[in-house]
């Protein structure tokens, strides 16, 4: 009857193998660390890299406590982990100064960075077990409060649907007397209120962004309510995409870069020691420009010889010499979308789409300069560099291909390039705080404090109270925390402080369901049930209670999910969690020692769970013997 077969206990010993491995690596803490990373977006980490830094440590005599190549991000970066903050500080100002000989113009980004601690065996294969990541509150670490200039993002776009504004009126054939921006104003001057008005019925029915109004010989276009809106909000949420490409260079784990408000950017980079490298890498401006290449200008210039006046010289991948003309034909705002793939020559090429307006500029362009060069420059840090040169071969449009001698790894990092774009709107860093180690530390230790307290004055109530079956209970409580703990650690979530509270209410729901089986385990035995039936009808009955109690709880939970944000999400991720974890254990794990203890003995006389009241009895009656 109270007995388990065998593929049962085979469950619980595999859910045990895995909580034990899983949350082995939260013990070894954070161990100071050194990452290499590319400074600029041309520029690829790979494994000869690692085999750079470990050279040039060892010429410095320095030895790190181990090595590692990581291919998330953009780009790649080498990490060196290393015993002691004397060893990474001094590992950082030596990797800086071999790797960037010219310290205005940085090629590679070395940080300092926290590495787990966790030996190479459980953190590789089969295994590959991390530990959680740690939020900022716990890890220490930055947070910005970025501004981002709404009008600046309003004025670039009034500016690009000047420049559409100029072309349309050009395709059809109406002169106009120039186009003037005034604030958010778009001002287009005629001679005659004739053309006036075919221009505004054409410019309202091809820029719906703006709303034109006559004013004598000219119209006047202003955004509407929607566009500019619109427009904002597109700014941001392109502002956020970039910063979460440009953190990747800093190898944060679990970075929290999210919008608040109408016009604000929230970043917080858990574990990052080096504050001012980070404020460099999130302020970045890049931006893309696609420009003709200048056929009168020298065809290997070098850097004493003129260049042609409405051209300027720019360098492409190993230095190489390129000029370049001044007029900009699209910006990288344009691009829609970049992709690799291949010609009708099955050679590796870059798809690109343009929108409408970056289309029809790149049509009329190209129309003109077939068979003549076209680059793409890339702007970072006022420093332009070439990202590819191609010679038009045919009139092009909105959707074009680019081919050359790629590979095809080369073709995917160009169109990576080219989809991460740069940042639609200026921002200014207006908030910033720095949490040190120290603090994280205090936190760490107060939050698990809590933790392993009421944990204890759970553990000593149950097995004063419940006896035998307390000892089950606490002994399904630990599993619990430990699958727990498990868990987040292979979903790499993020632990912060609401986490840890949402781990000590989940203590308590998880012993409530326990207290639940408990007392419908004395409700049979009151009732003059053998132990065995008492054994077996308690746990079928409490579990109709205990997942109701528990899925209504989870339904709260997933609404905190769904609808929080920040410390909500965190607090709600562990809630959840915990509460399948709790059924796990307080059911089928207890279960299966009740089973274990009890199963085997036939004539089973008596259980150890406490006293309860005999029926028709005066006295308490105890069944612990």
Request: proline letters at 4%; aromatic letters at 6%; charged letters at 20%.
């Amino acid at each position: 009857m109270n007995r388990y077969p065998l593929w049962k206990y085979l469950v619980i010993l595999v859910a045990l193998a895995i909580g034990i491995t899983y949350t082995l690596p939260n013990f070894f803490g954070e161990a100071p660390a050194v990452q290499v990373s590319s400074g600029k977006a041309t520029v690829k980490v790979d494994l000869s890299m690692q085999k750079q830094v470990e050279q040039i440590l060892a010429q410095n005599n320095l030895q790190p406590d181990g090595m590692f190549f990581d291919m998330s991000g953009q780009s790649g970066s080498v990490k060196a982990r290393f015993r002691t903050t004397d060893e990474q500080l001094k590992a950082k100002d030596v990797l800086n100064r071999a790797l960037n000989p010219d310290p205005n113009d940085a090629t590679y980004v070395v940080a300092l960075n926290l590495l787990s601690g966790s030996p190479r065996w459980l953190s590789s294969a089969p295994f590959f077990a991390r530990p959680m990541f740690l939020g900022l509150d716990l890890r220490g670490g930055v947070h910005f409060l970025l501004q981002v200039d709404m009008k600046g993002a309003v004025d670039k776009k009034l500016d690009s649907l000047a420049g559409d504004a100029r072309t349309l009126l050009r395709d059809k054939g109406i002169r106009h007397g120039g186009i003037d921006r005034d604030g958010e104003r778009l001002t287009v001057r005629f001679n005659n209120a004739d053309d006036a008005a075919k221009a505004r019925a054409i410019l309202a029915d091809n820029l719906r962004e703006l709303a034109f109004a006559p004013d004598d010989n000219n119209i006047t276009g202003v955004f509407t309510d929607a566009a500019r809106k619109a427009v904002q909000d597109a700014a941001v949420k392109q502002n956020v995409t970039t910063l979460h490409n440009r953190v990747n260079e800093l190898g944060v784990s679990e970075p929290v870069i999210q919008q608040q408000g109408a016009d604000r950017i929230v970043v917080q980079l858990p574990g990052v020691q080096d504050t001012a490298k980070a404020k460099d890498i999130i302020g970045r401006t890049a931006t893309l420009e696609a420009r003709l290449a200048d056929p009168d200008a020298p065809r290997n210039p070098r850097p004493g010889d003129p260049i042609p006046f409405g051209s300027e010289l720019f360098t492409q991948g190993n230095g190489a010499p390129v000029v370049l003309k001044k007029q900009v034909i699209f910006t990288g705002d344009r691009i829609e979308s970049a992709s690799a793939g291949f010609d009708q020559n099955q050679r590796p090429s870059v798809n690109i789409k343009l929108d409408a307006q970056g289309g029809r500029v790149l049509r009329d362009i190209s129309r003109e300069n077939i068979g003549k060069p076209m680059g793409i420059v890339l702007f970072e840090k006022g420093k332009g560099e070439v990202l590819t040169v191609a010679t038009i071969q045919s009139e092009l449009g909105s959707s074009f291909q680019i081919t050359g001698s790629y590979s095809t790894e080369a073709a995917n990092d160009l169109a990576l390039l080219l989809r991460a774009g740069s940042l639609a709107a200026p921002m200014e860093i207006i908030e910033e705080r720095t949490i040190g180690p120290s603090l994280g530390a205090d936190n760490i230790k107060k939050g698990f404090d809590s933790v392993a307290y009421g944990f204890a004055a759970i553990a000593v109530f149950m097995m004063l109270y419940y006896m035998l079956f307390g000892v089950f209970s606490v002994a399904a409580l630990a599993i619990n925390l430990l699958l727990l703990v498990a868990v987040l650690s292979m979903l790499q979530a993020t632990l912060t402080l609401p986490g840890i509270a949402a781990i000590a209410l989940v203590l308590g729901m998880a012993i409530d369901a326990n207290v639940l089986i408990n007392e419908r385990v004395r409700e049979e035995l009151r009732a003059g049930a053998s132990p065995q039936m008492a054994i077996a009808t308690g746990f079928d009955r409490a579990w109709a209670t205990i997942l109701d109690s528990n899925v209504t709880t989870l339904i709260a939970g997933l609404a905190l999910l769904a609808f929080g944000s920040g410390p909500v999400r965190g607090f709600a991720v562990v809630h959840c969690l915990g509460i399948m974890t709790s059924m796990f254990s307080a059911v089928f794990f207890n279960r299966g020692l009740v089973n274990l203890w009890y199963g085997r003995k036939k004539k089973l006389q008596s259980v150890a769970i406490g006293q309860i009241w005999k029926p028709g009895s005066d006295s308490q009656g105890t069944i612990a013997k």
